[in-house]
């Protein structure tokens, strides 16, 4: 097949008369599927059904200093669960602060504290500065900029590349003070999938932030998600080279095992150095007397170290790998010779990048779901929604079946072949 742009016009129109027909072949078997979210499926979370058998009610329900975890106390969480969620981070357990079932839920209330009362360092609550900035790597994650959005922020988008941010417009950013932070998916990026470069870690550990406020918002969503166990990214420690620059102040983490055990029922923590970590405790002492330390002896007699947790996603991974592969397939089959369209092969994580060309992603999506498969909506990993360019495409095949993935994303390159001849032809 020659490349969509060396057609002529007659050959293009013959060529889109053959999609329509091979489109309305698909729209004929009245699918319905849906791709839009990145969540686990059930083969996943069944593995961590036994979780739910490990404690009785004639258990000792008490964690390894002797804490009774069906009292109040311990309002940063079980130290064996600090321990573990710090593996997870790369951080000692006097760093890490545990919160309930959902990271998402932390890095909201720490926006909040930030913007009401003001982190370490700044004078007092950024709510007193107009039109305070967030940086927002793009394409990224739709929640982190909803979060921001909804505290009034003014969002910056920064162009990602293929090893993290562009640290040149960021270093240029920071200089204004009205900047207050930057979100960071640091390992197999939502939604390209790229893990960031040692290079990228050791400039963001260089910053020199115009505000004393600011923060790297740092959610290691993906940390142990690797495709191929043993042999996934490795991302350098952003914490470790803050000690390096003397600007551990500087980073927020984030982790949850929302995407190891339950989404619904796991743990999570915030990791952050001294000052950040007391600032955390004493704000959120106000809130709670303590998180849900049932819920963390249950995942630690299920997941009592780091090597449990790499096993479990090893498991994970012999579901996830065969999605991710039919999708690769799809894409170098169907789309590559028509020369429209670029995406990413991620070694982990949850989602696969696919660019068009410009002004194609909302019309392929139309497409796709006027032939019963939903996708996420065109322009989700961009601010307020919009893709300036509206070219990006997220793919999420975590949670449909093999089988399924396989129908989608042969239907999602067809939809993509008619969306692009026809701004060709237009």
């Not at 686990?40 to 009610?57: A, E, H, I």
Request: net charge neutral.
């Amino acid at each position: 097949m020659a490349l969509y742009r060396e057609m002529n016009k007659e050959q293009l129109t013959s060529e889109l008369a053959s999609l329509q027909k091979q489109y309305g072949e698909y729209q004929a078997k009245g699918l319905k599927l849906d791709l839009s979210r990145g969540k686990p499926d059930k083969q996943q979370t069944d593995l961590s059904l036994p979780m739910l058998d490990v404690l009785k009610s004639t258990d000792p329900l008490r964690s390894e200093d002797g804490t009774d975890v069906c009292n109040y106390g311990v309002p940063d969480g079980l130290l064996e669960a600090r321990r573990l969620m710090g593996d997870l981070l790369g951080l000692d357990p006097s760093l890490v602060f545990m919160g309930g079932n959902s990271s998402l839920n932390l890095m909201h209330d720490c926006m909040g504290l930030g913007f009401v009362h003001g982190f370490p360092g700044g004078n007092g609550g950024w709510h007193k500065e107009a039109n305070a900035k967030i940086l927002c790597p793009v394409p990224g994650y739709d929640r982190h900029f909803s979060v921001s959005a909804h505290f009034g922020f003014e969002l910056v988008n920064v162009p990602m590349t293929n090893e993290g941010p562009d640290m040149d417009e960021v270093a240029r950013l920071v200089k204004d003070p009205k900047v207050k932070g930057i979100w960071c998916v640091p390992k197999y990026q939502n939604p390209l999938g790229i893990t960031f470069s040692d290079e990228v870690v050791r400039r963001l550990a260089a910053l020199s932030p115009a505000a004393g406020d600011f923060r790297i918002f740092w959610d290691n969503a993906y940390a142990v998600h690797d495709l191929e166990p043993g042999k996934g990214d490795v991302l350098l420690n952003l914490m470790d080279e803050l000690r390096k620059t003397g600007k551990e102040d500087l980073v927020i983490m984030f982790s949850s095992t929302s995407k190891i055990t339950f989404p619904g029922a796991g743990i999570s923590a915030i990791g952050a150095s001294e000052n950040n970590i007391a600032w955390i405790k004493k704000h959120f002492s106000l809130q709670t007397i303590g998180y849900d330390k049932v819920n963390m002896l249950r995942h630690l007699k299920f997941l009592p170290d780091i090597n449990a947790v790499n096993a479990l996603m090893a498991k994970h991974a012999a579901f996830l790998k065969p999605k991710f592969g039919a999708v690769q397939e799809a894409l170098n089959r169907d789309l590559k010779p028509t020369g429209v369209g670029s995406w990413t092969d991620p070694r982990g994580g949850y989602f696969v990048s696919l660019d068009l060309l410009d002004g194609c992603a909302k019309r392929t999506i139309q497409l796709c779901k006027e032939a019963g498969v939903v996708l996420t909506g065109a322009g989700a990993p961009f601010p307020h929604g919009i893709d300036p360019a509206d070219k990006n495409i997220r793919i999420a095949p975590t949670f449909a079946s093999v089988d399924e993935v396989k129908m989608c994303a042969a239907l999602l390159c067809l939809c993509a072949k008619i969306a692009c001849a026809e701004k060709l032809l237009a």
